[in-house]
């Protein structure tokens, strides 16, 4: 099965190109899932690494306002709760298939920030409460703001090696978000995006 994502088959191999670099330990994070696309690739990865990992995949849904991007105009959104329940079930199944733990979030990507802050609570034998990440996909809402707030939040977060990557960086002045992760401890990695993919952008943590 395979699951409706709205990018192009050129941007989703930016999105496993990246996933090569994923370090083996950490969270995997979906911010913007929509009908979950995104999330099933991570999933598929990190299901080759090992059994039992565990994704986080984020977004609210309910029609609220949108900011723009290429594909939606400001203040609209298809973002139905029909849709949340239907990517639900199908992203249900693909963690079942794969033996991955699906975390499914329907709410902002602020909202969790707040209340997830010490870790997500996985209960494995017994509970652990993990809060690194080895690989986030930030495509939720597409303001400087709202990256910033991800960067701040992620950032303190990740593992070695980590994967930050965001799309449609073209809508808002991603350049402020590049200088401000470069001084946080994270390398840019060139090379990954194609002709008509140059609004996706790579970062590794190399602390």
Request: charged share 20%.
């Amino acid at each position: 099965m395979q699951l409706e994502g709205d990018g192009t088959d050129k941007g989703y191999e930016v999105l496993l190109n990246a996933l090569k670099l994923t370090p083996t330990e950490g969270l995997t994070c979906d911010i913007g899932v929509r009908k979950g696309r995104s999330s099933q690739l991570i999933m598929e990865h990190v299901a080759n690494i090992g059994p039992n990992r565990t994704h986080v995949a984020i977004d609210p849904y309910g029609s609220i306002g949108y900011h723009a991007t290429r594909y939606l105009p400001e203040g609209t959104s298809d973002y139905s709760n029909q849709m949340r329940r239907e990517t639900f079930n199908n992203l249900s199944a693909v963690a079942m298939n794969l033996n991955v733990n699906l975390f499914f979030l329907p709410m902002e990507d602020s909202e969790f920030f707040i209340r997830f802050a010490d870790g997500i609570p996985i209960y494995q034998g017994k509970k652990e409460l993990v809060n690194k990440y080895g690989f986030v996909f930030v495509d939720g809402q597409h303001s400087l703001d709202a990256v910033k707030l991800a960067i701040n939040f992620f950032s303190t977060r990740m593992v070695s090696k980590g994967i930050l990557m965001f799309d449609n960086t073209d809508v808002y002045d991603h350049s402020q978000v590049h200088v401000g992760l470069l001084d946080k401890g994270f390398k840019y990695i060139s090379g990954l995006e194609m002709l008509d993919t140059d609004y996706k952008k790579v970062y590794q943590y190399s602390v």
